[in-house]
């Protein structure tokens, strides 16, 4: 380089060299590489010409450097504007290349489920729990003293063909219902007793609208001054939760040993809100669970002191819930497995 | 229970339709399953008067005129051989339904309307009707039986509707009887009801008798006291056995009973009215006129009516003469001792026998009646001697015989009168939780018969000896509640009980916590019975003897099929892989958290042990034994525990694809993929996995809710390496020895396993990620060189592995 270049003069001639560069530069990444390589402080064509001001006359060293770093914040800007501009078509021609068809079918993303027995236990259960009920689920397998004796159903009584038993020994069967678990409980001898028992029970009967194996759920309350009115006052909270609120239930006289009054509980007709449909057969009203006041003879029966406590119970057929809720026409169904029917209710 | 309403009406004034009836009934404890007119696919039927009648030539019609009165007149064409002028028959006019008959004029062939008709060219506008035709049978109305026209009474108004005349204008109801309430198992006790219900008073039947029959020998001897409380034995002369009488043969008939002679019609109508089985023995085939009530001897043997032969035990209850049984006890007479048209003299029988043993030997005879259905149900003692009267009145009545002196009770000294009960209202009341005022306590219980007295708090009531099932306060509550009305009742919520804790276990926790899991897993979850079959464990190939096989019987199963408390949840999931396939679903994942039954002792002296189980099942082309492995690991994750792995054998499982499952040291289940031998025995061709582990072994979990490990405060190094190992050599074998060699080990992950041309035969290539984690200091570059190296040299040693090249 000429001693005497003009100051000037080297400033455009660099400048034009620089601007021929940018010129050639299509993308992003070449901006920065260029850039890399112009600004470089050692052998950039811009970066390294600071070095020079050895060779300026010292009067023109003050212009120079001033020129050198317009230059410089000139070619920065440069490269700023290249590079926002080539990136905002990178990224055009990116979303471009990337465009797809959303009506596609998705990705296999697997989703199991629980069983609907499960599905409406559970939500029995969080119902009761909250009102501060334990969950006790007793065994499948019960002595008849605990099934029949203690529930007031002695040997020769009618009830017991009400219900058809498996026998697996003379003192052994499948229970045939969850009422068998509440006389362990009141065995414990533990005052207040506020307990849920669901599980499954057993009865041999086996045709189109019956399983030898269904699953019930034994509510039972024990304390002091209990009475129907709070029976269907918990039952109500009962069936808003499953069926909405609203739903209300009905007390009609029946008959189970174990309770004395006993009641069948109907619910008002979720479907047509007691206008009367197909699911209620036009009455306004769906059976759904039997219950009543704990007969005395089965608290005394547990050491309990009926001149101080009393008690409430029911026993409601979680099935039959799950196929009113779901609308299952047949029981049969909540047992086969059948992936084309598990999965269709959820949580 | 089938209850006629015109029945019902001879002893209760009932001044509701038939509507606001089953209302009651229903709100006071009885339901009415089903309730129709008789007549009610009859209608349009008229009184009609044939004016004229005039033979049709060559055919076997005639061309009436017939008056209907406000109707008109019509020309009707009949051809029945009765069709007389002067003579009133039912006349269906045109649009009236009748039934429509076979060509045998008997077989009821659905309901027609009539029409406008051509018979042979000859124009008919309506027609004549038989008995038949109108749904009625001689037993239901006098000459209805004949094969013709149905002829009405003199005294019929043209034009009037026939259903009045003809009684099918009666109500039919279907009563369904609570088991606690044998004493309305008839048509007397209902009427109890429905009079306390409607307050109304009740007529209660006739018995009055007189007693100037011949009389003869007659003894009776109960040896079996416990069977039987009360024997009542009547001897009755003069019999003459003939039909009963249409209104009682109606009534039968309407109850759904056949009518067969006037003796034995009047044993099924005071059964029907009062809820007592009754016998009627021809007196002079009781051999030496004894009659003993005792248990069947081993072996012995008794005809029935219907001639069928049953060879007894001493279980048996029978009735016997002084040689042979003439009945079993309860269920059915013998032949040996049947009425015949011949009879002159019987014995009526009325007794109350234990209900188990009736039911129990009904049961193991096969052979059952209206009377073991009643035993079974319940027949209290009080009904016993008024049934008897009863049907000594009613074989007066009926001209049927003459009722002796001859009249033997056996009995234990049970008192039948109404025993006093004496309670507090309150503690009536407070059973309800709910105040009724005192003149309805009186109103309902004077009502019920109960002839209560209220003085202050305590009310008195004589409960009749019909109303067995009273026996205490809440009794009491409940018969006022149901003649009150429930809708009475207020809803209150427990205002009285205390706070209580409640909420899931720990287990219960865990297994929804599995649940779930497994569902958010890609798992569905399933339920299959906790009974199998004999050849579910068959369908497994287990030896004879595989603890499996040590599976609770079923005494009393529903088929062989159902026979078997489960001892493993595997051939039910088995099983639902292959229906699901057969049903076209062409893969998927399912669980079951259930029990298996492990009995102590077999026959079962002690509860058995209930195990919570799992049993996961994976099948179709996209499952393979580690996606199956995948869901076993989420089960150990979900229960904040490790599952090891190594090879097993299982009868029904892939020789070389099946692992045992332990956990914590412990053998916990099993996994693997279902053998290819059973897989086609169920016609399954896709390729299925099935797992199962016992939940209960892993219990100690359970309450494991996790708790936090502090993040490492220093950076974690990772280190990966590849191995040349022995083919045999299995991943946990290396893991295990990269992970013994130093502490820091964090994590030791496979990510690449190689068999191929670029290593040996019989060699294989594994990768392996390591994760070194500082504790107290960062690592130096030499300190993890020497880690590096340790593993290096501990897996040459150990497991004969170099890096690979």
Redesign the interface.
Same mark, same amino acid.
């Given at each position: 380089m000429a001693d005497n270049m003009d100051v000037k003069e080297r400033i455009l001639e660099v400048r034009k060299q620089v601007e021929d560069d940018l010129a050639l530069l299509r993308d992003s990444k070449s901006v920065y590489e260029a850039k890399k390589k112009i600004m470089d402080g050692k052998t950039g064509v811009i970066g390294s010409m600071m070095r020079e001001m050895g060779k300026i006359a010292k009067e023109q060293r003050a212009e120079f450097g001033r020129s050198v770093n317009e230059l410089r914040d000139w070619a920065e800007k440069r490269f700023a504007e290249l590079n926002e501009e080539f990136r905002k078509k990178e990224l055009e021609a990116r979303y471009e290349s990337e465009k797809i068809d959303v009506t596609l079918p998705p990705k296999k993303i697997r989703a199991g489920s629980l069983h609907p027995v499960t599905l409406v236990t559970n939500e029995l259960i969080d119902i009761f729990s909250s009102m501060g009920f334990e969950i006790y689920e007793g065994t499948e397998i019960e002595k008849d003293y605990y099934n029949f004796t203690a529930l007031n159903i002695p040997a020769d009584h009618p009830a017991r063909d009400m219900q058809d038993t498996f026998y697996l020994s003379p003192e052994f069967l499948l229970r045939t219902q969850t009422s068998a678990g509440q006389i362990h409980v009141m065995e414990r001898g533990k005052l207040p007793i506020k307990v849920i028992s669901p599980g499954k029970v057993f009865r041999s009967d086996d045709d189109a609208t019956h399983s030898p194996m269904f699953s019930q759920m034994e509510g039972l309350v024990v304390d002091k001054g209990i009475t129907l009115g709070d029976l269907q006052g918990m039952l109500n909270r009962l069936v808003e939760n499953v069926f909405g609120p609203g739903t209300t239930t009905r007390l009609r006289p029946s008959y189970f040993p174990f309770t004395e009054p006993s009641v069948e509980v109907d619910v008002s007709c979720f479907a047509c809100h007691g206008k009367g449909c197909r699911l209620c057969k036009g009455t306004g009203w769906i059976e759904v669970l039997g219950a009543g006041v704990v007969n005395n003879k089965v608290l005394e029966g547990c050491g309990i002191d009926t001149e101080l406590y009393s008690g409430i119970a029911f026993g409601v057929g979680i099935d039959r819930l799950a196929m009113l809720k779901y609308g299952y026409n047949n029981i049969k169904l909540l047992f086969e497995s059948d992936l084309r029917v598990l999965g269709q209710v959820k949580e | 229970m089938l209850v006629p309403l015109s029945w019902l009406r001879e002893y209760v004034d009932i001044d509701v339709t038939p509507d606001e009836l089953e209302e009651r009934l229903?709100?006071?404890?009885f339901e009415v399953e089903e309730k129709h007119e008789l007549g009610r696919d009859i209608s349009n039927v008229v009184v009609g008067l044939v004016k004229s009648c005039e033979a049709v030539e060559g055919t076997h019609l005639h061309q009436c005129m017939v008056d209907a009165g406000v109707h008109g007149t019509f020309q009707i064409m009949c051809g029945a051989d009765n069709v007389h002028a002067g003579g009133r028959f039912p006349l269906a006019l045109i649009g009236a339904t009748v039934y429509g008959t076979a060509k045998d004029h008997k077989t009821i062939e659905g309901v027609v309307t009539i029409r406008e008709g051509k018979l042979r060219g000859h124009d008919s506008f309506g027609m004549l009707c038989s008995g038949t035709e109108l749904g009625l049978t001689e037993d239901l109305y006098e000459g209805a039986g004949y094969n013709g026209l149905l002829v009405l009474p003199e005294d019929a108004v043209p034009g009037e509707d026939v259903k009045p005349i003809l009684g099918l204008d009666d109500w039919i109801f279907d009563v369904s009887i609570?088991? *606690?309430?044998?004493d309305c198992q008839c048509i007397f006790g209902l009427a109890r009801e429905v009079a306390a219900a409607l307050g109304k008073p009740l007529r209660a039947p006739r018995l009055d008798h007189s007693e100037d029959g011949t009389e003869a020998p007659l003894q009776v001897t109960v040896e079996a006291k416990d069977l039987c409380p009360r024997y009542i034995g009547h001897y009755v002369s003069d019999v003459r056995i003939g039909p009963a009488p249409q209104w009682m043969r109606r009534r039968l008939a309407l109850a759904g009973i056949n009518a067969i002679s006037n003796i034995v019609d009047i044993t099924n109508y005071v059964l029907t009215e009062l809820g007592q089985p009754m016998h009627a023995f021809d007196y002079p085939y009781l051999k030496d006129a004894h009659i003993i009530v005792r248990r069947a001897k081993e072996g012995e043997k008794v005809t029935t009516l219907d001639e069928k032969e049953f060879t007894l035990t001493p279980e048996n209850l029978v009735i016997a003469d002084a040689e042979r049984p003439v009945a079993l006890a309860g269920i059915m007479g013998g032949l040996n001792s049947e009425i015949q048209d011949s009879t002159t003299a019987v014995v009526y029988e009325a007794a109350a026998f234990?209900?188990? *043993?009736i039911?129990k030997s009904s049961r193991a005879l096969g052979q059952s009646s209206d009377s073991s259905a009643m035993f079974?149900?319940?027949v209290y003692e009080y009904s016993t001697v008024m049934a008897m009267e009863r049907a000594l009145h009613l074989t007066e009545e009926l001209g049927a015989g003459k009722a002796s002196k001859v009249h033997l009770d056996v009995n234990t000294g049970n008192s039948l009168e109404a025993r006093t009960m004496t309670v507090s209202l309150k503690k009536v009341l407070?059973? +309800?939780? @709910?105040t009724v005022p005192e003149e309805d306590v009186i109103r309902i219980f004077t009502n019920l018969d109960f002839a209560p007295e209220l003085s202050g708090d305590t009310l008195t009531v004589r409960i009749p000896a019909y109303r067995e099932d009273i026996e205490?306060y809440?009794?009491l509550?409940?018969e006022l509640?149901?003649m009150y009305g429930? %809708?009475h009742?207020?809803?209150?919520? +427990?205002?009285?009980?205390?706070?209580?804790?409640?909420?899931?276990?720990d287990r219960?926790k865990a297994l929804?916590r599995l649940?779930?899991a +497994?569902?958010?897993?890609?798992?569905? %979850?399933?339920?299959?019975?906790?009974?199998f079959s004999p050849s579910d464990l068959d369908l497994l190939k287990l030896p004879e003897d595989a603890p499996e096989r040590k599976a609770?019987? @079923? +005494?009393?199963? @529903?088929n062989v099929d159902?026979s078997l408390?489960r001892t493993t949840l595997a051939p039910e999931m088995i099983r639902?892989m292959a229906?699901?396939e057969k049903?076209g *679903?062409m893969g998927?994942?399912?669980?079951?958290v259930g029990?298996v039954?492990i009995p102590k002792a077999l026959?079962?002296?002690d509860?058995?042990d209930?195990r919570d189980t799992l049993s996961i099942g994976v099948f179709g082309k996209e499952e393979d034994f580690f996606t199956l492995k995948g869901l076993t690991e989420r089960v150990a994750d979900c229960l904040l525990t490790k599952f090891r792995y190594r090879p097993a054998e299982k009868t029904f499982l892939h020789p070389n694809m099946t692992a045992e499952i332990l956990s914590e040291g412990r053998v916990v289940g099993y996994m693997g993929k279902l053998r290819y031998e059973i897989a086609a025995e169920l016609d399954m061709e896709l390729p299925a996995y099935v797992a199962e582990i016992d939940l209960q072994a892993l219990s100690d979990c359970f309450p494991r809710v996790g708790h936090y490990t502090p993040l490492p405060k220093f950076d974690v190094e990772k280190r990966d390496f590849a191995f040349v190992v022995d083919s045999e050599k299995t991943c946990e074998e290396i893991e295990d020895a990269i992970r013994a060699s130093c502490p820091y080990i964090t994590n030791v992950e496979l990510f690449d396993v190689y068999e191929g041309l670029q290593v040996l035969s019989g060699k294989k290539s594994m990768a392996f990620s390591v994760v070194f984690t500082p504790t107290d200091h960062a690592f130096k570059d030499a300190e993890l060189e020497g880690f590096v190296e340790k593993i290096l040299e501990d897996l040459k040693v150990k497991a004969g592995a170099v890096l690979r090249g």
């Open positions: - | 229903f709100s006071c404890g609570t088991a *606690n309430r044998p234990q209900r188990d *043993n039911r079974s149900k319940g407070g059973v +309800l939780g @709910i205490g809440q009794d509550s409940e509640i149901r429930y %809708e009742v207020v809803p209150t919520f +427990l205002p009285t009980a205390q706070v209580t804790m409640g909420g899931r276990s219960q929804l649940r779930r +497994l569902a958010a897993a890609g798992a569905h %979850e399933g339920m299959h019975y906790s009974f609770i019987p @079923i +005494l009393n199963p @529903i159902l408390m639902a229906r699901n049903r *679903n998927g994942r399912i669980f079951e029990k039954f026959p079962l002296t509860y058995p209930e």
